[in-house]
């Protein structure tokens, strides 16, 4: 029977739906994706791993880096692994720097942004502008949350504009056995909530004047409580 009112014909809500092919024509936008966990969880790894990957069938990226632990412009990972790349300062715009790539006839089809926590929120949103307007994919890996267990500005822009949040599975553990996600600041074997957010350092053993970070449960950075030593024996350490 044909419907009484073609008004409210309920194949009307087909008409939206392009035809097979129909957006063959436009370019398809990149992605911005953000990879995040805790300290020793492997997220420099995944981005050398990922840069590998892309390399590998013929793409062309940028490795950006900020406030390495190695207090050099590399990609490191506490395995052992290690790439040059270049260092995000303040002031640098991201868009600027691929189009100066692009100014000297270089392809960036993708870009990996380690420490991206440290990124100014302007300049996430450059990578965003990258990824929809010049279709370039970029990883980004950081941490989510500093000492203070509060959000990082740039991950927080991250969280905003990201196209994929992906929390890296790799179990971290407090010294409790228990899954670890806060990154206390130590300082004289004493966990510390104020200071500058940011202070590179890492979690291997040092001296007792000296800072590092240790992944706590939420239970023991609420209480302070760093364990019966300070890092357990066979922590991996930066080579």
């Known amino acids: 029977m044909e419907p009484t009112n073609p008004a409210l014909d309920p194949t009307d809500a087909l008409a939206s739906v392009p035809a097979a092919g129909a957006r063959r024509g436009v ?4 992605s911005l994706r953000f990879f995040f966990g805790p300290m020793d969880c492997g997220k420099s790894t995944l981005a050398l791993q990922i840069d590998h990957n892309q390399a590998r069938q013929g793409r062309c990226g940028l490795l950006l880096v900020r406030h ?5 412009p590399t990609i490191s990972s506490r395995m052992g692994l290690a790439r040059r790349a270049l260092e995000v300062h303040d002031e640098m715009d991201l868009g600027a720097l691929v189009r100066e790539h692009w100014g000297r006839g270089q392809r960036v089809d993708y870009l990996i942004v380690d420490e991206a ?11 965003a502008e990258l990824a929809d307007d010049a279709q370039i994919d970029v990883y980004c890996f950081g941490l989510a949350t500093d000492f203070r267990s509060t959000m990082f500005p740039g991950s927080r822009r991250l969280f905003e504009l ?3 949040l992906n929390a890296i599975q790799v ?5 409790c056995g228990l899954p670890g996600r806060f990154n206390g600041r130590v300082h004289d074997d004493v966990l510390v909530r104020d200071g500058s957010t940011v202070l590179v350092a ?16 939420r239970k023991h950075y609420r209480t302070g409580d760093l364990g019966p030593s300070a890092v357990r024996d066979g922590q991996l350490s930066l080579t």
């Not at 370019?27 to 990149?30: E, H, I, V």
């Not at 390495?68 to 050099?72: L, V």
């Not at 890492?202 to 449960?217: E, G, N, P, S």
């Open 117 to 127: 926590q440290f990124l100014d929120p302007e300049q996430v949103d450059q990578l």
């Open 27 to 30: 370019r398809a936008a990149g």
């Open 202 to 217: 890492d979690v291997v053993q040092v001296a007792a004047d000296d800072v590092r970070y240790q992944v706590l449960c």
């Open 162 to 164: 990201a196209d994929e």
């Open 68 to 72: 390495d632990r190695s207090g050099t």
């Open 171 to 175: 179990e971290v553990l407090c010294w």
